[in-house]
């Protein structure tokens, strides 16, 4: 991709969210390009979708958080309608972006949606998952955990409050939802950390 342009998309990543930061784009991105190699993706639309899926950064606990891939494929066709990329092309962009959301939980349409799907998802497991996830708890002025019932065994789990009721909620529900076997090969590494994390967690509580 042009870089001049690469720089233009970069200069909406400074909003003070390392959970969705300009190095997020750049491992979504990496993952991406590892992704299509082996399973010959088309980089031309893949690309600028990884770049541009978290252009608009809604807060988890906001009321518009549901709109926010929406929000991201308007603003990403507003970005590239002076590229080289077609209308049909910029068209087939902004399917991919509102097709990654999780919450939305949209079937893929293309293989270049299941990979994005796949990189954001990896983003969000192993260590640097661990990291993010302290980071979204922290935002939303979340406590680590529930005092009396820490793994919500005899309550309803309410991750907004308790962020490790985020686990449970979501975390360990990503692998599931990969698309590709190459994404759920690493997936498996990344569960691995998540379930050792976990127990390492319980044994301190």
Request: glycine residues 4%; proline residues 3%; charged residues 30%.
């Amino acid at each position: 991709m042009d870089q001049e342009l690469i720089q233009t998309f970069k200069k909406h990543y400074s909003h003070g969210d390392p959970s969705h930061d300009w190095l997020h784009i750049e491992r979504v991105v990496r993952t991406c390009k590892e992704l299509a190699n082996e399973l010959g993706a088309n980089l031309k639309t893949l690309l600028p979708a990884a770049y541009l899926h978290d252009v608009i950064n809604i807060p988890k606990d906001s009321e518009l958080r549901s709109k926010a891939a929406g929000l991201a494929a308007n603003k990403a066709s507003e970005l590239l309608k002076d590229s080289d990329l077609t209308d049909e092309e910029i068209q087939e962009i902004t399917t991919i972006i509102l097709e990654h959301s999780y919450s939305a939980n949209l079937k893929p349409s293309s293989l270049e949606s299941q990979i994005l799907q796949d990189a954001d998802k990896l983003d969000g497991m192993g260590a640097i998952g661990v990291m993010r996830w302290t980071t979204c708890g922290a935002k939303m002025k979340s406590t680590y955990y529930h005092a009396n019932d820490p793994w919500g065994e005899d309550r309803e789990l309410d991750d907004k409050s308790y962020s490790l009721d985020h686990f449970e909620k979501k975390l360990l529900n990503l692998y599931g939802r990969l698309n590709t076997a190459p994404a759920k090969i690493e997936g498996e590494k990344r569960m691995a950390f998540f379930e050792s994390f976990l127990s390492q967690l319980k044994s301190e509580i």
